[in-house]
């Protein structure tokens, strides 16, 4: 496109256009940028993948000719959907040979998106743990649907699917995911007291609190990508969570801060080690106990949590 650069605009408003005013194909990505952004990053669980894929769809977007574009929002929905099924493919070779547990990418979050508890619970990291477990088509048709409700008609252009397969494939996806999901709608209070409970340990020492929040049958997972020292694989059951999060409450007593804030829609602390972040601690619960325990670690995936990222639907 004449006179026209090859970045994609940015949520601040950055535009390409060396004119006064952005072209049509500018405004188009920017009034969508968040929605197409969220897409990519619930199917790929990455801030940084999500956004490299923002960037092939703008190139792909700019070469088409809007005249012949009926529903802009649509057609940029489609193109995201393509650029992050094929970037989904690399990822599962990259997640294969991943040092340890792999969680997704945590994002600080403005307190409205925990208003929208559809999208909270969407992008909140049991969820995206959830989608981790579904096919790369069964995510997308599910994402699509179930989040952003999109129409059959819309998403099998997007998949290259007929909708009769896209409808038992949203229904396969839905079972997947409901035997998976927490139970319940979990509030925003319960998970604050959880890490409320956790934060006491780890300033006081006294963990009991904690101990006291653990179902028998938690899991444990940290992800510290093979750079930083995390458990490498998950750890099952209260008895072993408790002697773990023993040994680490001994370790970071007297050493860490937390900072409450909102993580991926949801509760979530910060923790820093002599004013540097050391990881986000996030929990799943289940039944108004502590069944998912997740610490991220890997300093290539903290990017997000010094800065709010615009999430929509």
Known sequence: MAGTSQTAPDDRGGSMSQDDGPDPATEAFLAHRNLLFTVAYEMLGSAA???????????????????????????LVRIITRQALSRMRTLGRRKESYVG?????????????AEDVELADSVSMAMLLVLETLAPTERA??????????????????VDKSPAAVRQIAHRARAHVAARRPRGVVSPAETRAALAAFQRAIETGDLQSLLDMLAPDVVALGDGGGVVQSVLRPIVGADKVARLLGAGVAGFVGQASLEPVQVNGCPALIMRLNGEIDGVVAVRIDDGLITGLYYVRNPEKLSRVERETAVSR
Do not use: K
């Open 141 to 158: 048709v599910f994402v699509l649907r179930e989040v952003f409700d999109l129409g059959y008609d819309e998403i099998a252009e997007a």
């Open 49 to 75: 993948d999500a956004e490299d894929v923002l960037q092939e769809s703008w190139l792909r977007w700019v070469g088409v000719d809007l005249d012949t574009v009926r529903d802009r929002r649509a057609y």
């Open 101 to 113: 547990s792999w969680l997704p990418e945590p994002l600080l979050t403005a307190p409205d998106v």
